[in-house]
Nanobody, 128 residues
Framework: QVQLVESGGGLVQAGGSLRLSCAAS????????MGWFRQAPGKEREFVAA????????YYAESVKGRFTISRDNAKNTEYLQMNSLKPEDMAVYFC?????????????????????WGQGTQVTVSS
């Protein structure tokens, strides 16, 4: 089992920045990749970004590429999502997730079903 705790959400004006954190505990040695997803009211959960735990390969949704940066601190078992130039359409509940599965291509990193454990979510509100 891996437990995940997100933090860093909040209210920000359009154009502003936020940094989300996700701390993992438990069987962290099994983590292959960590990801961020988001879900807006009435919409499906969608991929935002992901990072391979060993090697640091990163993947981004087109909608956030160039604005968001995912990173990780292996020593702290923590991943981060730096969000800049936030837009009203970025407003959602953000979830971190981890997988112990080996993901062989970028498309697998983008799938909700690829991830084994999920955090409780943190709200990001962007005012226009």
């Amino acid at each position: 089992q891996v437990q995940l705790v997100e933090s860093g959400g909040g209210l920000v004006q359009a154009g502003g920045s936020l940094r989300l954190s996700c701390a993992a505990s438990g069987r962290t040695f099994s983590i292959y990749a960590m990801g961020w997803f988001r879900q807006a009211p009435g919409k499906e959960r969608e991929f935002v970004a992901a990072i391979r735990w060993s090697g640091g390969n990163t993947y981004y949704a087109e909608s956030v590429k160039g604005r968001f940066t995912i990173s990780r601190d292996n020593a702290k078992n923590t991943e981060y999502l730096q969000m800049n130039s936030l837009k009203p359409e970025d407003m959602a509940v953000y979830f971190c997730a981890v997988t112990a599965k080996i993901l062989y291509s970028g498309s697998y990193y983008r799938r909700v079903g690829s991830y084994d454990y999920w955090g409780q979510g943190t709200q990001v509100t962007v005012s226009s």
